[in-house]
């Protein structure tokens, strides 16, 4: 049996086909345009998705032994795709990163416990809800048309099924789901404007909605007998592509943002402003997530336009020996922070320095930065009662033993490497599988397929990082109140 992964990303759509016993037959990526501006708008063309997606389809199954049993996918979350009577997109999506929604959040926010009731969540730019706000704001012809709303992978989905269909994990972030009960909110549907018929009928990530159209088999190389799975939100499914999928689990992910998504059996939601999402997993169980905005992103603007140095293995040789011992702090918050703190305004800083510091020991604070935030969001979990017994460790940072190895000690937990390196198409091609019927479960099926290559214990700098944290995390303290009369001064 072989499957297909799709990944509708940012600045890509990448294709992964794989057998029913996890191996990679080929992956094959394509890029569409990216539309950002000054202002802090951000959008892409669904219809390049769809062009480059069939392509990428249509050269895929060129190139395999037998016919697809099943496609699903992973997307970019809370993007907002919207479709008038006829099936036209009236404009182009508006994406996660767009940050024209700031007064419609703040709209939103006026009622906390509201939001947190109705969607167990705030409202934040990203989300899909505040866009449908600033369309009725903003675009009120454009508005007044819309048929149909839906997320960018339920669109591929769409094209391929003619199914209008979301999936409970990407619907989580669209502000408009009530994630408790796994429906949707009619009072928040109420808020933004619209009917129930115009949102999408509700799926488990690994349920089939249907099978793809003549239409669609014709442009893509697929059969009218390939299942179209709905597939989830990119981190959950990313998610999936790691094993993360038992309570107690944990993955963290050290890409330009640093993610730490933990697998939960029951719902719970922050009641506290830190920013943590309470989202439904692709399981059809739950997890809670959240999000320091600057983790190898940090390690790339210190290395490469601070240090001017690529040679990032150099610049960590022998510091193994100096971990626990670091006396300079970094707080990673070059882009803001999300998780805990929810503040646009923090930014970066370094303390402890003195005579004696070295190259070497602001390059050490600077991963170890990363890392305390990511304990700054398990400890919020643990607030939650939820508790955490390993991780999962994924993205450009894993590439260096020396950070999985703080991660590990300042987390104070197992930390693991796996044979899986495809990320969420890889997850998506699982799911594709469950949805295929070639395993009972997504549990099932990644504990089958999903392999402990690599482990980092904490070691005895694990002692020493507990008690240097309280120092990290009265610094932020120490400094809001700087961050706030910083901004005025700028404006």
């Not at 404007?193 to 949102?199: A, I, K, M």
């Not at 600077?366 to 935030?373: F, I, P, R, T």
């Not at 214990?457 to 706030?484: F, H, R």
């Amino acid at each position: 049996m072989i499957t297909i992964g799709i990944d509708i990303g940012t600045s890509a759509v990448k294709l992964l086909a794989m057998d029913h016993s996890g191996k990679v037959l080929q992956t094959i990526t394509r890029d569409y345009p990216l539309y950002m501006y000054p202002d802090g708008r951000s959008e892409q063309d669904p219809k390049d998705w769809w062009e480059e997606t069939a392509r990428g389809l249509k050269e895929i199954t060129s190139h395999l032994s037998e016919p697809v049993a099943a496609v699903s996918f992973s997307g970019q979350m809370h993007g907002l795709v919207v479709l008038d009577e006829n099936d036209n997109v009236l404009r182009r999506a508006i994406l996660w990163n767009d940050q024209r929604t700031s007064t419609q959040c703040d709209y939103l926010n006026q009622n906390r416990e509201m939001l947190l009731d109705n969607t167990a969540n705030i409202a934040l730019t990203g989300f899909t809800a505040p866009k449908i706000l600033w369309m009725k704001d903003n675009e009120p012809e454009l508005y007044a048309k819309i048929a149909k709303v839906m997320l960018p992978k339920d669109f591929i989905a769409y094209k391929l099924s003619s199914v209008f269909a979301t999936d409970y994990s990407d619907a989580s972030g669209m502000l408009l789901l009530d994630v408790s009960r796994k429906d949707w909110s009619d009072l928040m549907l109420e808020k933004v404007g619209l009917t129930r018929s115009q949102v999408p009928t509700l799926y488990s990530s690994y349920e089939s909605v249907g099978t793809v159209t003549p239409a669609a088999a014709s442009k893509t190389g697929l059969t009218t007998s390939t299942r179209v799975v709905i597939g989830g939100g990119d981190q959950a499914v990313g998610a999936i592509g790691t094993g993360t999928v038992r309570p107690g689990t944990c993955s963290v992910s050290l890409g330009t943002s640093g993610v730490l998504f933990v697998a939960t059996d029951t719902f719970a939601v922050d009641k506290k402003p830190s920013a943590i999402h309470s989202f439904c997993h692709a399981t059809n169980k739950y997890h809670l997530m959240g999000v320091t905005l600057a983790a190898a992103g940090s390690a790339k603007w210190w290395y490469e336009d601070i240090l001017a140095t690529t040679d990032y293995e150099s610049e960590q040789k022998e510091m193994m020996e100096n971990l626990g011992k670091n006396n300079v702090y970094f707080l990673p918050y070059l882009s803001g922070e999300r998780t805990p703190h929810n503040n646009p305004l923090a930014r970066g800083a370094f303390v402890g320095m003195n005579m004696t510091t070295s190259r070497s020991d602001m390059t050490q604070a600077v991963m170890e930065g990363v890392a305390y935030s990511l304990r700054d969001i398990l400890t919020r979990v643990a607030e939650l009662g939820h508790t955490v017994t390993k991780a999962r460790i994924i993205g450009g940072g894993a590439k260096s033993p020396v950070w999985c190895q703080i991660v590990a000690d300042i987390l104070n937990l197992k930390v693991e490497k796996i044979n899986a390196s495809e990320g969420p198409a890889f997850g998506a091609a699982i799911l594709a599988l469950v949805g295929a019927g070639a395993y009972p479960t997504v549990e099932e099926a990644c504990e089958q397929l999903i392999k402990t290559t690599e482990e980092f214990v904490p070691s005895s700098a694990a002692t020493a990082y507990n008690k240097m944290y309280p120092i990290y995390t009265g610094l932020y303290t120490a400094l809001v109140d700087t961050y706030k009369a910083a901004n005025e001064v700028s404006q």
